[in-house]
């Protein structure tokens, strides 16, 4: 079936530190992975995004790894602050006919910095 | 030109009523797709159109009609609309390496809200 499994629902951390956030696929023909932050009112955006061939990738304070196995991938926030406050997305690409993927998101994350 | 632009940004109708929402990006994206968002939830596929042509169609109500007249034109008609389909439309775009495993760039959003 279809699902992409996030956990935690709302995550409180203060400034500086990490935050994990973890997601759970079904389809193991799912080969796209992308992360899209939504602050509030405002249109979901790319954060980053990995590729079934790859195991990890960081962009600055930024960072996803991918399990394939597991069927699990997870992103990383170090050194948080208050604008990363925000509804965080993963989602999971799976083949769906042709020549086109198809995107399930997660449940999201409600991630609040506290300063 | 970066920017995917929908309007209205705000609608209210009753259920006998026919509106449109329009959705409109001038980056050369051939895949576009309407999603459904309530709130504190994730973006929900309704349709995907690739080199406008319906390739996903997500057993949408037939109420829900969308249109693709051009490359840079979306449109989604909506007659006989129930309270519960109150929610946030959101377009998006992406390049058309393969339909939904590339940046969705989405729009702001036509909040609706049907009485």
């Known amino acids: 079936g279809e699902n992409v499994e996030q956990h935690p629902s709302t995550l409180s951390v203060q400034e500086g530190d990490s935050a994990v956030i973890k997601c759970t696929y079904s389809?193991?023909?799912?080969?796209?992975f992308p992360w899209y932050k939504q602050e509030l009112g405002k249109r979901p955006q790319l954060i980053i995004d990995?590729?079934?061939?790859?195991g990890e990738k960081k962009d600055q304070r930024i960072a996803v790894t991918l399990n394939k196995t597991a069927k699990h991938f997870s992103l990383h926030i170090t050194e948080t602050q208050p604008e990363d406050s925000a509804v965080y997305f993963c989602?999971?690409?799976?083949?769906?006919?042709?020549?086109?993927?198809?995107?399930?998101f997660g449940t999201g994350t409600l991630l609040a910095v506290q300063p | 030109d970066t920017e995917v632009t929908q309007t209205p940004k705000h609608l209210v109708m009753g259920m006998t009523n026919k509106k449109s929402l329009k959705c409109e990006q001038h980056?050369?994206?051939?895949?576009m797709y309407w999603y459904k968002q309530k709130a504190k939830k994730p973006p929900e596929l309704m349709f995907v159109?690739?080199?406008?042509?319906?390739?996903i169609n997500e057993s949408v109500p037939s109420r829900f009609s969308p249109e693709c007249p051009n490359s840079s034109l979306l449109n989604l008609h909506l007659h006989a609309l129930q309270p519960e389909d109150s929610a946030l439309y959101l377009c998006?775009?992406?390049?058309?390496?393969?339909?939904?495993?590339?940046?969705?760039?989405f729009g702001e959003g036509s909040r609706l809200t049907v009485l």
């Open positions: 159109y690739s080199y406008e042509k319906l390739s």
């Open positions: 980056m050369g994206h051939r895949a």
């Open positions: 998006a775009s992406s390049r058309m390496e393969k339909v939904g495993t590339g940046e969705l760039f």
């Open positions: 989602a999971a690409s799976k083949p769906y006919g042709g020549a086109t993927n198809k995107l399930i």
């Open positions: 990995i590729r079934s061939n790859v």
């Open positions: 389809d193991s023909a799912s080969n796209y």
